[in-house]
């Protein structure tokens, strides 16, 4: 007896998907490499509701004081992507602080990149880097806790610097910059008493 001839069918990423929604360890839902993932692979685009950040807050600000989930994310000064709403897998992409995978923005939309060779099984996960404020309440700032279990977890999805700490170092650099061009020293910094 023989048996019929099989017809190969194409590859397609349905097919061979390049990653799994799957329980996490770190957080709920998390997305696995489902095969090896080559380092700069593009995997997938950060999709969703794109709106403003004023949008982005009167949607949540009726969520409970001690819930730090969130969707969202900030692309720039005008605007976030609530993944929420229209979100595709990469919303289930949790924070990692040995990440290995970034983002990039290009044109104003978000890529998920691998930045080092993945295995199968891996979790994915990229720096959150959430912006916060150094005003801000430093018990609404605990909810960010990090889990992701690395050991070199910073404890925190965070970023490392607050938005106006950052704001004011670039603006301490244009005056130093500026003042360079103009072949003079800036103005001393006063210290505080
Ligand atoms: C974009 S979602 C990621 C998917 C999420 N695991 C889920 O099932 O919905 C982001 C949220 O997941 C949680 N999360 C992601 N990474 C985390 C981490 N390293 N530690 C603690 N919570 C994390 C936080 O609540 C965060 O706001
Ligand atoms: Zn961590």
């Given amino acids: ?40 692979t593009r995997i997938i685009e950060y999709v969703g509701d794109r709106i403003s950040h004023e949008e982005a807050d009167s949607r949540y600000e009726m969520k409970a004081d001690d819930d730090g989930h969130t969707f969202l994310f900030v692309v720039d000064d005008d605007l976030c992507i609530d993944a929420g709403v229209g979100g595709n897998p990469a919303r289930f992409i949790n ?61 925190t999805m965070l970023d490392r610097e607050s938005i106006d700490a950052r704001k004011k170092k670039e603006k301490r650099a244009a005056a130093k910059k500026k003042a360079a061009a103009r072949g003079r020293k800036p103005a001393a910094k006063r210290k505080r008493a």
């Fill in 1 to 40: 007896m023989r048996h019929a001839q099989k017809t190969a069918k194409p590859t397609t990423a349905e097919s061979n998907p390049l990653y799994v929604v799957k329980r996490s360890k770190i957080h709920g839902r998390g997305v696995y490499a489902a095969r090896r993932i080559r380092s700069g």
């Fill in 95 to 155: 924070h990692k602080c040995d990440a290995n995978c970034e983002t990039i923005i290009e044109g104003r939309r978000v890529f998920i990149e691998a930045i080092r060779t993945i295995q199968p099984g891996e979790e994915l996960g990229y720096d959150y880097q959430l912006t916060w404020e150094s005003t801000d309440d430093p018990d609404e700032l605990a909810l960010y806790a990090c889990r992701c279990g690395a050991a070199n977890c910073r404890e």
